[in-house]
C-alpha cells in the first residue's frame, strides 16, 4: 500500500470518528436535559405531597374561629369537640340554632335563662331563694329535655290526666318561660290556697333524677317542699299537649308532690278499703322500728298452701277511720319486681324503709305487702 492509499485510509478513518464523536457529543446535552426535566418533576411532586400534608396537618390543629372571625382559643386535650364548637357560637347563633340537634345548646335555655336567674336572685335573695337555698328558675333549668319527655299532670280532684310531650321545642319554650317568671319564695302555710284544678309537672334532670313541680293558682310546690309565687298559664301547656299520651288515674296519687299535698286534703290518697282482699292463714308480724324508719317484720304462711308475693309494698294511713294508700314523696324509686312464693308451714323475714314515703306525721300506719291477697302489719309514728 503506498503512502496515498495509507493516507486516504486514515483520513476516511478519522472522518468516521469525528462523525461519530460528534454524534456523541450531540447525545450527551440531550440525555443531560432529559434527566434535569425528570429530575425536576419528582421535586415539584415531592414538594406538592409535602405541602398537601402539612396543609392538612395545620386544618386539624388549627383553633376554631368565631363567626367574627376572632380565635376561640386551641383545643385543649382536656376539650371535647362538642365544648369547642359551643365556646364559638355567640348568642346570635344560638339564638336560631334547632334544638332537635343532640350537639348543640340552645342560647335562650342554657344561657340567658341561668343569667336571668342569677340576675334576678342576686340581691334578693331573701325573696327569690327558698330555705332549702333553691330559686323555681334554678329548679326547672337543671332540666334536660334532650333526655327526657316532658310529662303534665292535670287533677281534678278525682281523677289524675297525664299528657306526655315529646316535642323538644315545646319543651325549651316551657323551661325558658318558667325560668323568667321570677318566683318568689313563699312560707308553706300558702298551702292552704291550694285549689283543684291543679297541675304539676314532671322532666328528668342532668343527673339522671326527675323534677316534679306542682302549680295552682299562681303557687308553685317542688318535691323538697320549696314553695314559690308565679303566674303561669300551666293550664295552656296542658292543653296543647297531645291526647294520643295520655292516661287517666283514680285520686291524685300520681300527682308530683302528692306526699305534700296530701297532708292537707286526703283527695291525693288513694282509698283502700276494698282495694285487695286480706290473704286467710299469712300473717306479718312487725318485730322491730328504729329510729331511722327501718321495719322489721316476719311474713308466716299457716294457708294449708303456698302463698304466692312480690317483693312491692305500700304506707297506708288511717285518717278519720278509714285507711288511704300514700304516695312516695320521692323520685327514682322502687323495687325488684319479681314473684316470691313462700311454702306452706315457713317463714321469713321482711325488712322496710320507711323513708321514701317522707317524713310521715304522727298517727297509725299499716304496711302491705303486694299480692293478690294481702296482708298487713300496723305500727304507730
Avoid at 425528570?38 to 386544618?59: D, F, P, R
Avoid at 376554631?64 to 369537640?81: F, I, R
Avoid at 355567640?90 to 348543640?104: F, I, K, R, Y
Amino acid at each position: 500500500m503506498n503512502t496515498e492509499v495509507l493516507s486516504d485510509v486514515l483520513n476516511d478513518i478519522d472522518d468516521k470518528y469525528l462523525v461519530k464523536c460528534e454524534a456523541a457529543r450531540s447525545r450527551k446535552p440531550v440525555k443531560r436535559i432529559g434527566r434535569i426535566m425528570l429530575y425536576a418533576s419528582a421535586a415539584v411532586i415531592l414538594l406538592a405531597v409535602t405541602g398537601a400534608v402539612i396543609h392538612g396537618w395545620m386544618k386539624r390543629n388549627e383553633s376554631p374561629a368565631d363567626p367574627n372571625g376572632s380565635p376561640s382559643g386551641p383545643v385543649t386535650e382536656n376539650s371535647t369537640e362538642k365544648e369547642a364548637t359551643v365556646q364559638a357560637l355567640t348568642a346570635e347563633d344560638t339564638a336560631s340554632v334547632d334544638t332537635s340537634a343532640p350537639d348543640q345548646i340552645p342560647e335562650s335555655y342554657e344561657d340567658s335563662n341561668t343569667q336571668t336567674a342569677d340576675s334576678m336572685a342576686e340581691g334578693t335573695e331573701d325573696i327569690n331563694t327558698s330555705p332549702s337555698g333553691l330559686t323555681l328558675a334554678g329548679i326547672i333549668n337543671e332540666a334536660a329535655p334532650e333526655n327526657s319527655a316532658l310529662i303534665i299532670y292535670r287533677f281534678d280532684g278525682e281523677n289524675t290526666v297525664r299528657r306526655l310531650v315529646f316535642d323538644e321545642d315545646m319543651e325549651y319554650q316551657v323551661i325558658h318561660e318558667i325560668a323568667g317568671l321570677g318566683a318568689r319564695a313563699a312560707d308553706q302555710e300558702i298551702l292552704k290556697d291550694w285549689k283543684e284544678p291543679c297541675y304539676g309537672l314532671e322532666i328528668g334532670d342532668k343527673e339522671g333524677f326527675d323534677i316534679w313541680l306542682s302549680y295552682s293558682d299562681g303557687i308553685w310546690l317542688n318535691k323538697d317542699g320549696s314553695v314559690f309565687t308565679a303566674d303561669y298559664d300551666l293550664a295552656a301547656v296542658y292543653d296543647k299537649a297531645s291526647q294520643d299520651n295520655e292516661d287517666v288515674y283514680e285520686s291524685g296519687i300520681y300527682m308530683p308532690n302528692a306526699a305534700i299535698l296530701g297532708k292537707r286534703n286526703t283527695a291525693y290518697y288513694k282509698k283502700a278499703s276494698g282495694e285487695k282482699k286480706t290473704a286467710e292463714g299469712v300473717t306479718l308480724e312487725l318485730r322491730s322500728i328504729s329510729e331511722e324508719g327501718t321495719l322489721t317484720c316476719v311474713l308466716t304462711n299457716q294457708s294449708g298452701e303456698e302463698y304466692a308475693f312480690g317483693k312491692g309494698h305500700n304506707i297506708q294511713k288511717k285518717v278519720n277511720g278509714e285507711w288511704y294508700i300514700l304516695p312516695v314523696a320521692v323520685t327514682n324509686y322502687g323495687w325488684e319486681d319479681i314473684l316470691c312464693l313462700l311454702g306452706d308451714g315457713q317463714s321469713t323475714e321482711f325488712i322496710f324503709d320507711l323513708w321514701p314515703w317522707g317524713d310521715l306525721e304522727p298517727g297509725e300506719y299499716r304496711i302491705a305487702i303486694d299480692a293478690d291477697e294481702t296482708v298487713y302489719a300496723e305500727f304507730q309514728r
